[in-house]
């Protein structure tokens, strides 16, 4: 077990590095950038993305649901931090940042924590939890100028939250009962609070964004959706 736990955190850190390359790649990042971390935990994670950036602590915001975790970015990073709202409102400005971003975040954006080992319809879970990340996506829209969206993708044959292989194909029903019985003596355990996206949800989510793969031996484990440009702002009614 520890073995492979060390094999699958090997494979998480790769694909961060990864990721942080393709971030790199597509924004310009200099001191004066200001950039939001949406669902970014204590912040060692963008910490990472920006490294070598020459951006400024200060200019780095970072928010989340666990205020212990912001308490702790902004003690080790001197980042800004917001709590933030299950609801995903945010007290931010249209285009109040340079750059939004947001990794492995949006498929947890579901229902209320405290309703989702009750969800057992799939398809009122899938309905309830795609309106909600609708209006999450619409507030990155919003607030970002520019924005990197990163989410497992829904067929990528391991489900990323599990570790184990199709569990992101049962049907919601089946999926609780597995999970409560994984839970017992797996290594990774879980909330069934993702809602995993296919394509053309994302693309659906983020219009004005290209949607990219990332691969792993050849097949697409995540996607990501990357504006780059100014854009009309979504909205607000």
Known sequence: MNSLSRIAKAFSMHARSSRANIFKT????????KILDLGSGDGSNINRVLAGTGVTNENVYISDIDSSMLEEGQKCFGYQSLLLPESGALPFSSSYFDIVFCSSVIEHVTLD??????????????????????????????????????????????????????MGFLPRRLLLHALRATNRFWIKKTNPDWHLLNKREMKELFPDAQILDEKIFGVTKSIMAICTEQ???PNQH
Do not use: C
Not at 26 to 33: A, E, K, L
């Open 26 to 33: 597509f924004f310009n990042i200099d001191h004066s950038t």
């Open 113 to 166: 924590k405290e309703n989702i080992w009750q969800m057992s319809s799939g398809k009122v879970f899938k309905q309830k939890s795609f309106y909600r990340q609708k209006k999450f996506a619409k507030e990155i829209r919003r607030v970002g100028k520019q924005y990197f969206v990163q989410t497992p993708y829904k067929y990528f044959p391991v489900e990323t939250h599990t570790w184990l292989p199709f």
């Open 231 to 233: 854009k009309p702002q």
